[in-house]
C-alpha cells in the first residue's frame, strides 16, 4: 500500500506554469523533489533554492541584541520561515508514464506542497528498457535508482563539469563500465594514464599509437614537440616529408635524409635544418614506443564493441592533441563512410556507433585559441548526431572550454562549482541549468551531481556510484606515505644494523 504524501509547505506569491515559491514546515534542501495539485493535474516539480529566515534576528547590529532576540526567536514558532524555489518539471502521471508534459496552468497560490514519496517517483528514473543505464541514487530520496540514457549519450554529447576532484572520472568510469556490458564501442583519450588499471570485461587498453606516415606536416611537427611559432622549422619538416618518405621503408631516415638535402641545396634553410634534425632525433629517441611508422594503420588499435582505453601518458599536451585530432579525425571519416556505405564496403571498421570521451577538455579544446583537436571537436559536435559519433567533454575549468562544443553538448552532468565564470560559461552553453540552479552547486559534495538535459527526462540530482575497479586518480594520503616509507627506512636500518654486528 502507497504510504500517505507528506504535507511540507503552501504555495505562496505569484505562481508560473514552470515555476512556483512555497513556505514550508521545515527547511528544505536542493534537489528535493516535491508534489502539488493544479487546475492540470498533479504537478512534481525540483526544489532549486531554498532559504531559512528569522524577523527577529534579521537586523541585527550587535552580539547583545541578537543574543536576547535568539531567545525570543527560540520560544516564537512563527519567528522563522523556510522558503522554497521550485521548478516544475512535469506532470506526475504523465512523467510515470515516460512523457514530459508541462502543465499549462500555474499552480493556484494557497495549494498544498508534498513529499514526493520514493514509490511515486521511482518509475520516473529507475527506467528499465535496454537504453537506460543505473548510474546511482536521487540525492534526496536515496532509495530511489536513476537510470541515464545511453541511446543520447551516444548521439547527443554529454559534458561533465565540475572543480577538481568531485568525482567527473568517476562518472566517466561509470559510463565506461555501462558501455562495455551494452558491448558499445567507445575511445577514452586517457590523458593522465588514469584509466589503466580498469579491469572490467569488455574494456581494452592500448597506448594510443600514431603512425607518422599518415599525419600532416603540422601534426607531425606537434608530434616532435616543436614550437607553435617556429615557422621556418615547420617548413623544412613539410617540405621534407614527401610521398616518398611516407612511402619508404626506412621512414626516419628517409625524413632525416630529406631534411639534410634541403639545408645543403637551400641557402635559406641551411642554419635552420640541422636544428630541424635534431628535433627529429631527439622525438625518434624519445617517442619510439607512441609515434611509430611500422603500426599501420592507428585505427587498428581501436576494437568495435570494446571501450576503448588509449593511455597518453606519455604525451606532451602538444603532441596529445595532434593524437586525438588525428583519431577524432579518422573515426568521423569511417563513421561517414558507415552511414553512406550501409555496410556494404569492406574498409569500414565501426559500423556501429562510437562514442569518443576527452578528459581535460579545457586544454586540448581551448576557449581563447584555435587547436586543430578544437576545430575537429566542434566539427564532431556539430555533426556527429547524423553519423553516430558522441563527444563526452570532461572538465575542471568549464570557462577555458570552447564555447562551440559546449554549446553543442545536449546532456550535462554539473557538480560542485564554485567559479563565478565557469558557472557563467555553463549558463550561456545549456538553457537547462537555471540560475537558482546555478547558485546552489557550491553545496555539492564528491559524488554529488545534477544530470540535465537529453540523458535524462527531467533534471535529477544525483549522488553517483562509486566505481571500486578505478584505483588511480583517488586523493593520495601523502602523510600515510610518508609514514609507511619511515617504517621501511627503520626496518632496513635496524636489519643492517644486525647484519654489522655479525
Ligand atoms: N560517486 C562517488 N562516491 C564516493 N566517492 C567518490 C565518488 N566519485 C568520486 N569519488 C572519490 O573522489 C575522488 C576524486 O574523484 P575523481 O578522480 O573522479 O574526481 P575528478 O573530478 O575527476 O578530479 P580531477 O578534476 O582532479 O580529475 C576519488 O578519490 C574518488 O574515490
Ligand atoms: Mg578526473
Known amino acids: ?26 527547511a528544505i534542501s536542493m534537489g528535493e523533489y516535491v508534489t502539488v495539485d493544479s487546475p492540470a493535474g498533479r504537478i512534481l516539480g525540483l526544489t532549486e533554492d531554498s532559504t531559512t529566515r528569522s524577523d527577529l534576528l534579521d537586523k541585527m547590529s550587535d552580539f547583545t541584541t541578537a543574543s536576547e532576540a535568539r531567545k525570543v526567536a527560540i520560544k516564537n514558532t512563527r519567528d522563522k520561515s523556510y522558503n522554497a524555489s521550485v521548478k516544475v518539471v512535469g506532470l506526475l502521471d504523465q512523467l510515470r508514464g515516460g512523457k514530459v508534459v508541462l502543465p499549462s496552468l500555474p499552480p493556484e497560490p494557497g495549494s498544498e506542497v508534498f513529499e514526493a514519496r520514493g514509490e511515486e517517483i521511482s518509475e520516473i528514473f529507475d527506467r528499465k528498457e535496454r537504453q537506460w543505464a543505473p548510474i546511482g541514487n536521487l540525492l ?32 566517466l568510469a561509470l559510463i565506461v563500465k555501462q558501455v562495455a556490458s551494452l558491448q558499445g564501442t567507445m575511445v577514452v583519450f586517457d590523458y593522465h594514464g588514469e584509466y589503466s588499471e580498469l579491469d572490467i570485461r569488455g574494456v581494452v587498453h592500448a597506448e594510443g599509437k600514431i603512425n607518422p606516415r599518415f599525419v600532416s606536416a603540422d601534426q607531425l611537427a606537434d608530434l616532435c614537440d616543436m614550437r607553435e611559432n617556429a615557422e621556418v622549422q615547420r617548413t623544412v619538416l613539410g617540405k621534407a616529408l614527401t610521398e616518398e618518405v611516407r612511402a619508404s621503408v ?45 603500426i599501420g594503420d592507428v585505427l587498428d588499435q581501436i576494437k568495435a564493441s570494446k571501450v576503448n582505453i588509449l593511455n597518453m601518458l606519455e604525451f606532451t599536451e602538444r603532441q596529445a592533441n595532434a593524437a586525438i ?3 577524432l579525425e579518422e573515426i568521423l571519416d569511417d563513421r561517414k563512410r558507415a552511414m553512406r556505405s550501409r555496410g556494404e564496403e569492406a574498409k569500414i571498421r565501426f559500423r556501429t ?13 581551448p576557449a581563447d585559441q584555435n587547436s586543430d583537436t578544437a576545430y575537429i571537436a566542434s566539427k564532431v559536435a556539430r555533426e556527429g548526431r547524423k553519423f553516430g559519433m558522441s563527444l563526452i567533454v570532461v572538465s575542471q575549468r568549464p570557462r577555458r572550454v570552447s564555447q562551440d562544443v559546449l554549446s553543442q553538448m545536449g546532456s550535462f552532468a554539473i557538480m560542485k562549482l564554485t567559479n563565478p565564470e565557469d558557472q557563467t560559461h555553463v549558463t550561456e552553453a545549456s538553457e537547462a541549468i537555471s540560475e537558482d540552479l546555478l547558485q546552489n552547486l557550491p553545496s555539492l559534495n564528491t559524488g554529488e551531481a545534477v544530470l540535465l538535459g537529453e540523458w535524462v ?21 601523502a602523510t600515510t606515505l610518508w609514514a609507511d616509507q619511515q617504517a621501511m627506512n627503520q626496518v632496513a636500518r635496524e636489519s643492517t644494523k644486525g647484519f654489522m654486528v655479525e
Not at 505569484?14 to 512555497?22: E, L, R, S, V, W
Not at 637551400?266 to 628535433?279: F, G, H, L, S
Request: charged letters at 25%; proline letters at 4%.
Open 1 to 26: 500500500m502507497e504510504s500517505r504524501p507528506e504535507l511540507v509547505g503552501i504555495v505562496v506569491g505569484q505562481t508560473k506554469p514552470h515555476y512556483f515559491h512555497f513556505l514550508a514546515k521545515r
Open 325 to 327: 585530432t588525428y583519431y
Open 250 to 294: 626506412n621512414f626516419w631516415d628517409s625524413l632525416i635524409s630529406n631534411v639534410r638535402n634541403i639545408g645543403a641545396n637551400e641557402k635559406q634553410y641551411t642554419r635552420v635544418a640541422p636544428r630541424v634534425e635534431d628535433i627529429i632525433q631527439i622525438a625518434v629517441k624519445r617517442m619510439r614506443a607512441v609515434v611509430d611508422p611500422e
Open 353 to 365: 556507433p562510437i562514442i569518443c570521451a576527452i578528459e581535460e577538455a579545457h586544454a586540448f579544446i
Open 140 to 171: 534526496r530520496n536515496s532509495g530511489v535508482r536513476v537510470a541515464v540514457n545511453m541511446d543520447k549519450v551516444a548521439s547527443r554529447h554529454l559534458a561533465i563539469l565540475s572543480v577538481t576532484g568531485s568525482g567527473k572520472s568517476n562518472l
Open 457 to 477: 527526462n527531467i533534471p535529477a540530482v544525483v549522488k553517483l556510484d562509486l566505481v571500486v575497479e578505478k584505483k588511480t586518480g583517488s586523493d593520495i594520503s
